[in-house]
């Protein structure tokens, strides 16, 4: 591992871009490390898919520059695109092509011949499961078969680095899944940045998250680091036996608790609590006996987790 | 060059897929081949001149017809951001869509070998001009496909690719015709005869190939084809 994450796949320094008046990414800066799977998010027009545009080479950034593998896109533009394999938002394919006519076409084109080509496309084939789908026209596949025909033309030659642009919009729970185990799979060995803004779906495929907002990182870290460093303590819910003000007084002894609010609940005397901790360490225990020494029933006792929704959701401002 | 090869293959193939390049083909030999053969016994003359003197007026329609859908069809379908991404520049993947065009428009002009072969049964005609009409009506096509291409990768819309195209050629055909050079103040004539598509094309279609017309055609297409990869280049700056 450590070897892997030695050199980094992508630094992006300083990126801007400007569309007339508009500023779709500003000052914007990170890098991915090798064999990571890294979770681009942010809200719609948060400028994702401008910024991947950028690294692809599809468009040159108003100023800063990118670095592909310590290449920059500004003059080495073929070779980095040669390292990358790219699945734009849209999955734009050749809908009058049969898919596989197509893998012939994008394989040529990508450098692979004869034996190679011919491998090569059996392996997609199989790993995305498109053998029966070989002789279809890829205008009339589904949206899911569609979806994996875009996933294995970005992957057929191999890229060290892979760019997904929303792979999922669009595909049902199965699908889901599916392509998700071929992500994985994939990040296994190789780098894979993952545009989205479906959080759940980025935070149980990714190692690292960056969240954009209007152009600009508003956090970076593990999806870890996002739910539990936000909002100072750890939180607890707790459904205990017993009169508000008597719940109340003896939670306040626990040590480490700056915040209780309480409500009586069905049925009749038990009162559910949500307890703030100061700190991040687990006071669960503390809480447990205090209750117990003080003579009260208890029926249920949890840890929150702060989702990465509320994290985004707070850090883009979307809610307001 | 395998690219190219790649992108050829692909786009040439592309052209057969939808019935409507057989439509065109079968419209073209059939207008084509009406309008030269109505009048062929009055004229009772066994040369094609007539022939390829219509071909600049066809051309006009049905170049425009070939290349509306280069690049219009490849920005509305968005499958340009996939094929500028991958591992081309965009000269190849312009060369590879113009000589595509130009086997689907040799084809075309191919099939009309019907009216040679008729010509060779009943009379006796020159081989020479009609070899060299076949060649100058490649090299006008080639000059026509390139200003086809490069419009149609201004625009998302088939259509106005096709009408913008044909604006664009009319105009660079006119040009050198007696109707424009007449009223242009004198100074001007020799170079608005010069810049004409049709005007060099009179003398190829008697069947004489004159090197300046053919590095006219040539540089016409150059020009245009270059014009293209730049405005790929384009999308950079928008």
Known sequence: MSEKTGRLMLEVRGLNKRFGQVRAVSDLSF????????????????????????????????????????????????????KIGYLPESTPLYSDMTV?????????????????????????????????MADRQIGKLSKG????????????????????????????????IEIRNLIKKFGEEKTVIYCSHILSEVSATC????????????????PGDLTSGHRGGSRYTARIKGDVASVYRSLRSVAGVSHIDT????????????????????????????????????SELRRDQTSLEEVFTELTGGGK | MNTVAAIFKKEFASYFISPIAYVFIVVFLVGTNFMYFQPFFLINQADMRNYFGLLPWVFLFFVPAITMRGWAEERKSKTIELLLTWP???????????????????????????????????????PGPI??????????????????????????????????????????????????????????????????????FESIGRGVIDTRDVIYYLSIAGVFLFLNAQSLGGRKSE
């Open chain 1, 100 to 132: 596989k006519e197509y893998f012939a076409f994008v394989g040529q084109i990508k450098g692979l011949k004869g034996a190679a080509l011919k491998s090569r496309t059996d392996e997609m084939f199989s790993v995305c499961a498109l053998t029966k």
């Open chain 1, 207 to 222: 190692d690292r998250i960056l969240i954009i907002k209007d152009g600009r990182v508003v956090v970076t870290g593990t």
């Open chain 2, 131 to 200: 070899i060299g009409g076949y060649a100058g009506a490649l090299l006008m096509g080639a000059a026509y496909l390139a200003i086809g291409l490069w419009v149609s990768s201004h625009t998302e819309n088939q259509i106005v690719a096709f009408i913008l195209a044909w604006v664009a050629m009319f105009v660079l055909m006119i040009i050198g015709h007696p109707v424009v050079t007449m009223k242009t103040p004198s100074a001007l004539v020799p170079l608005f005869s010069f810049l004409g598509l049709f005007t060099h």
């Open chain 2, 88 to 126: 081309v520049s965009d000269a190849q993947v312009v060369l590879g869509k113009f000589f595509a065009a130009l086997a689907f428009l040799a084809v075309t002009v191919a099939l009309s070998v019907t009216v040679p072969v008729t010509l060779f049964i009943i009379g006796n005609p020159d």
């Open chain 1, 145 to 176: 078969y569609r979806q994996r025909v875009g996933l294995a033309q970005a992957m057929i030659h191999d890229p060290d680095l892979l760019i997904l642009d929303e792979p999922m919009s669009g595909l049902d729970p199965n699908q889901i």
């Open chain 1, 31 to 82: 890098e991915v490390r090798r064999g990571e799977v890294f979770g681009f998010l942010g809200p719609n027009g948060a400028g994702k898919s401008t910024t991947m545009r950028i690294i692809t080479c599809f468009i040159p950034p108003t100023s800063g520059t990118v670095l592909v593998d310590g290449l920059s896109t500004a003059d080495k533009d073929l070779a980095v695109r040669r």
């Open chain 1, 263 to 298: 409500e009586v609940v069905a049925p009749e005397g038990w009162v559910c609590a949500r307890i703030n901790a100061e700190g991040k360490e687990d006071i669960g225990e503390g809480i447990f006996k205090c209750i117990a020494d003080n003579g009260l029933s208890l």
